[in-house]
């Protein structure tokens, strides 16, 4: 059994790697051990500091992930600051920027960056989107953060109104976990 670390503070993501995982001889385990999360432009940026800092910490195989949600109609914010808006301000802060807009502006786009690190080798890049619109209205309960406002496309549920197992089938971190799996299981 390949014991994994997953450094992440967010209980549903370590929810989401599980039932994804949950076919192969592997223990995911996590670990909260507050990566610095660096001011970029990039998912891809704050997810390569963060696993150089693990790799001088740990010296066992270890994945963790940076995320964010793109809203079209405001340039792509909360983007790269996705945590810190949604701890100040929420779905409902985020349903009031986009107040009065109609579905075809509301249209978003979530991204998934995993990185899978070893210590002294280069850390690897794992990364899957899902585009979809902000709804009226929070709805389900369900999964965390935005799920109770994002609708995937072909969909007219949000990712609250899923099981986890359903929401990986669409979702960003369904898609950059499946890439992720295909390289864990050659390893
Ligand atoms: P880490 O410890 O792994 O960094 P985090 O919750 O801070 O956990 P991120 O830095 O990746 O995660 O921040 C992404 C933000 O976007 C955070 O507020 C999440 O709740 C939200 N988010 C990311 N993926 C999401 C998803 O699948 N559904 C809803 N919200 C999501």
Known sequence: MMTLFFITGNKGKILEAKTKFSDLNIDIIQKDLGYPEIQTDSLENVALFGAEYVQKKLDQPFILEDAGLFIDALDGFPGVYSA????????????????????NKRKATFKSVYVYGESGKKPMFFIGECSGIISKKTLGEHGFGYDPIFIPDGEIRTFAQMETEEKNLFSHRGKSLEKLKDFIKNI
């Open 84 to 103: 810190y808006v949604f701890y100040k301000i929420g779905c409902s802060g985020i349903l009031t920027l986009l107040d009065g807009l109609n579905d």
